[in-house]
């Protein structure tokens, strides 16, 4: 049996996973996601296309 995973992402748009039954470390939310390990890693691999945080990537795109 695994263990029920949950994806987490912070303010900069960065992705991880997290035990469901903990609370989640400071700065970092539900992603709205719940599952095994790999199905929340595969989850994570779909919608984090970009690993540039928020941040570069508008400082970036308003020069």
């Not at 595969?42 to 570069?56: A, C, N």
Request: net charge negative; glycine share 8%; proline share 5%.
């Amino acid at each position: 049996m695994s263990a029920e995973t949950k994806v987490v992402r912070n303010d900069e748009e960065q992705y991880s996973i997290w035990p469901a039954g903990r609370d989640n470390p400071s700065g970092w939310y539900d992603a709205g996601f719940s599952g095994t390990k790999d199905e929340c890693l595969g989850h994570i691999e779909q919608v984090w296309t970009d690993m540039r945080p928020k941040s570069l990537r508008e400082a970036m795109d308003s020069e």
